[in-house]
């Protein structure tokens, strides 16, 4: 089994409790709006991490980053953008199997068509009423499954 964390939308706050939550991942996804370069040194010292740039990541450090990723585990194609509405692939299409992103806050698991799509929601600071989650993928045998979690650490969604 691979795990692959997901966290969003930390606008320059990360969590004790989400760096608890992502021990044990195998490589740890950031759907932008980070904040600060330090919060990916620090998701780096528990697994590898991949991040793709927000809307609200700016200046130099944030220039590196890409505005999508694409990456594979266990065989299975993920993609990775910060606002799903700027998503200009065709998934299925493109052999994507999961389609990893934030922006609205609102941790959600959706399958349309076959491919997953995960919003881990936010895991920074409170935004309205909206809890503090981070997500994970579960890829067994070329299968993946997502799972929601409030940063309290019980399972808030689940597919």
């Not at 994970?136 to 969604?157: D, M, N, R, T, Y």
């Amino acid at each position: 089994m691979i795990r692959v964390g997901l966290i969003s939308d930390t606008h320059g706050l990360l969590r004790p409790d989400a760096l608890v939550c992502l021990r044990g991942c195998d490589h740890i996804v950031h759907a932008g709006d980070i904040g600060r370069p330090d919060i990916l040194e620090s998701l780096a010292a528990v697994a590898p991490v991949t991040a793709v740039r927000g809307n609200n990541d700016h200046g130099p450090w944030a220039e590196r980053l890409h505005e999508v990723e694409s990456l594979t585990f266990g065989g299975v194609s993920i993609h990775v953008i910060h606002d799903l509405s700027q998503l200009d692939i065709e998934p299925i299409a493109a052999g994507v199997r999961a389609v990893v992103s934030g922006h609205s806050h609102k941790p959600s698991i959706d399958e349309r068509g076959g491919v997953l799509f995960v919003n881990p929601g936010s895991a920074g600071p409170r935004r309205f009423t909206l809890p503090i989650t981070l997500a994970k993928l579960e890829i067994v045998g070329g299968s993946v499954s997502a799972h929601v979690l409030e940063l309290a650490g019980k399972i808030a969604l689940e597919k």
